[in-house]
Nanobody
Framework: QLQLVESGGGLVQPGTSLRLSCEAHRFSLDWHTMGWFRQVPGKGREGVSCLNDNDGSRYYGDSVKGRFAISIDRRTNTFYLNLNTLQPEDSAIYYC???????????????????WGQGTQVTVSS
């Protein structure tokens, strides 16, 4: 079965950085759309970033523009989210996701993604 395995979360101090990884198993990321979401208790999943493999276009949520970056390593079939200048409000469970039938064009919509990672906790605190 298709599977996404996440890693890289942890407890960090404000102003520091993390890199989250999402490794795809049993399928290729080629020709797909990749996304990152985050969720805090009591709220739905917020779209953070997405990447269209067909043309390399990237999009970011307003709250993370200029601080986060999405990328892909095709050799290892893994995509990443670099989280820079982390703030306490960035604390959340972060989920990676892959869409088969949609490409992202600005809005990063949870309902468009078919496959999901298990989530990894990011906590930003002094």
């Amino acid at each position: 079965q298709l599977q996404l395995v996440e890693s890289g979360g942890g407890l960090v101090q404000p102003g520091t950085s993390l890199r989250l990884s999402c490794e795809a198993h049993r399928f290729s990321l080629d020709w797909h759309t990749m996304g990152w979401f985050r969720q805090v208790p009591g709220k739905g999943r917020e779209g953070v970033s997405c990447l269209n493999d067909n043309d390399g276009s990237r999009y970011y949520g307003d709250s993370v523009k200029g601080r986060f970056a999405i990328s892909i390593d095709r050799r290892t079939n893994t995509f990443y989210l670099n989280l820079n200048t982390l703030q306490p409000e960035d604390s959340a469970i972060y989920y990676c996701a892959v869409a088969e039938y949609h490409r992202c064009s600005g809005p990063i919509l949870e309902q468009e993604y078919n496959y999901w990672g298990q989530g990894t906790q990011v906590t930003v605190s002094s």
